[in-house]
């Protein structure tokens, strides 16, 4: 019994230095997760101002292209006359 009590136990101070590299350990993940969060933040934001821009120049183009007269918008405007 004492030898199996003697492979398995191991020291306080022993004990306490094996939970401080952990506590590290796991602070530099914690950090190094929350960088590389950010830096994804941050260009997920880019793309959507980005789209948000393209999105507003296409419905500037289409609201130019479309007279005003001709009643824009939804308005679909068939012609059933036969060609000769």
Not at 44 to 52: E, M, T, Y
Request: with cysteine; charged share 40%; proline share 1%.
């Amino acid at each position: 019994m004492s030898e199996w009590f003697h492979e398995r136990y191991i020291s306080r101070d022993e004990h306490q230095r094996i939970v401080d590299y952990y506590k590290k350990l796991v602070a530099q993940m914690h950090c190094k997760l929350r960088e590389s969060r950010s830096q994804v933040d941050a260009e997920i934001f880019d793309k959507l101002v980005a789209h948000g821009r393209r999105k507003a120049e296409r419905e500037m183009r289409r609201s130019a292209e479309t007279p005003a007269g001709e009643g824009g918008g939804n308005v679909i405007r068939v012609d059933f006359s036969r060609r000769a």
